[in-house]
């Protein structure tokens, strides 16, 4: 199984994740060269070698309007907050690493972003990456709206509509958070002119090198988030910052012992949509290892690890437990089945048969974790008529599967991602479908078509 695995000890950043994945490619030059061909408005991509503890990787820098986007995150990181400023941050973040993110905080934020982040990458922090650069944006305050992100995705941008569509969920995540910490609607979330550039150049540059890569699965490590305070245009803020705190829901994370902003809104997005879980580095054969660097320096390198390798398809053993009833009514079999799938089975299903005498039967059979047999085998004697239960050991193969929930204008819905053996696929999950489509009087098909718009 094709596994890409992201050591986030020191956070993450879209620009430190744009050089880690960027370092995995043999020809570099070729894929920013494609990188600066998609066609992001005003923007410019370039790759340094950057060293930090004696390690050599890669620091990527956006320039906007041939500036890099830390001289010019002004304000705007304030803005961030108000305006969804988030981009600043990412960037600002790696450069300061989150810091600025979403903070806009002034991009003091000593965190990686504080890194050297002039390397005007950082997309999202290039603009803030300075954190101290005043902001001032030689382009002026010009915001856009959700809206217009969109548009310039879906309409100027030069690539698969795979990719499109994974970049329009991102920014969703990250439009989400926002609009959950300020507690306005989404579509009055707004980005700085310059900030927004640069984040969509690093989610960009993040969704189209991930297509190329194609990995089966993703792993992350725990995310370091920092901890401390982070200044901003509205004060002072706990770190992880609020949205991206918000983003991390049901990620594991930690503090670590570096006090500054770790991860940006930016790339706590990117990873909360591609990871496929979070936990160690498997065993795997690597193939090659990345290095996307942030600015800062730290006693501990300031940089987000990619390795990409063969790790063994998933396989995994159950049990099977089964039984035939032929005088259980089929009210107090499917009462029967609920409690078993509460009890903790894997799967239950009955088959009709026919049995002695000629009578008509049920065929039960439930399957389990080893270590839940005992459980069930009670459970089956409780709630059948059964004398005797038959138990088969068996292999099986397996997905990666992933589960989140997403904030939508129907309410939170769950959705299922599976991945492995070269395939992925999600879908959202019935129960949350069948909610909605009630309580609008629409068929399942158009809720799907609509949460997916």
């Known amino acids: 199984m094709k596994t890409l695995y992201l050591d986030c000890g020191m956070g993450a950043a879209g620009d430190m994740l744009t050089a880690a994945l960027l370092e995995l490619f043999p020809d570099r030059r070729k894929m920013i060269d494609r990188l600066n061909s998609i066609g992001i408005p005003d923007v410019h991509f370039s790759a340094v070698p950057s060293v930090k503890c004696g390690i050599t ?10 500036v890099e986007e830390c001289a010019s995150i002004d304000d705007g990181s304030a803005h961030f907050h108000e305006h969804i400023h988030e981009h600043g941050h990412e960037h600002e973040h790696e450069h300061d690493h989150e810091h600025e993110h979403e903070h806009d905080h002034e991009h003091e934020h000593d965190h990686e972003h504080g890194h050297e982040h002039h390397h005007g990458h950082d997309h999202e922090h290039e603009h803030s990456h300075d954190h101290t650069h005043d902001h001032e944006h030689s382009h002026g305050h010009v915001h856009h709206g959700l809206h217009d992100i969109e548009h310039i995705i879906r309409d100027h941008l030069d690539i698969p509509d795979a990719v499109r569509n994974d970049i329009l969920k991102v920014f969703g ?15 009055e979330i707004h980005f700085h002119e310059v900030g927004t550039m640069d984040a969509v150049a690093d989610v960009t540059a993040v969704c189209y090198l991930m297509h190329e890569l194609s990995p089966d699965t993703v792993i992350a490590s725990p995310v370091r988030t920092g901890f ?30 570096i006090r500054g902003e770790m991860c940006t809104p930016t790339g706590a997005a990117l990873l909360k949509y591609f990871v496929t879980k979070f936990d160690n580095m498997p065993v795997m054969k690597t193939s090659a290892i ?5 600015t800062k320096d730290f006693p501990a390198a300031n940089c987000v690890r990619a390795m990409l390798g063969e790790t063994q398809d998933k396989t995994d053993t159950v049990t099977e437990l089964s039984c035939n009833v032929d005088d259980m009514t089929a009210e107090s079999i499917g009462f029967a089945v609920d409690r078993l799938f509460e009890g903790g089975a894997l799967d239950v299903y009955t088959i009709p048969i026919g049995m002695k005498k000629g009578r008509p039967g049920t065929l039960i059979r439930v399957l389990c974790k080893n270590d839940d047999i005992r459980r069930i085998v009670e ?6 008529t059964t004398l005797g239960i038959r138990k088969c050991e068996m ?20 959705r299922k991602t599976s991945s492995g053996y070269g395939i992925k696929r999600s879908k959202y999950e019935y129960d949350d479908l069948a909610r909605i489509a009630s309580e609008q009087g629409i068929s399942l098909a158009q809720v799907i078509e609509k949460l997916d718009k």
Do not use: W
């Open 290 to 294: 990345g290095y996307g660097m942030g």
């Open 57 to 66: 990787g890669t620091h990527m820098t956006v320039k906007v309007h041939g």
């Open 395 to 414: 292999g099986r193969y397996v997905l990666d599967r992933k589960s989140v929930t997403v904030d939508t204008p129907f309410g939170p819905v769950r």
């Open 173 to 187: 995540l990250i439009a989400e958070a926002e609009s959950h910490v300020h507690n306005v609607p989404i579509t």
């Open 379 to 384: 459970l089956i004697f409780k709630h059948t």
């Open 228 to 257: 401390g305070q982070v200044k901003c245009a509205h004060g002072i803020l706990p770190v992880p910052a609020p949205a991206t705190a918000f983003i991390l829901t049901d990620i594991p994370a930690y503090a670590g012992d």
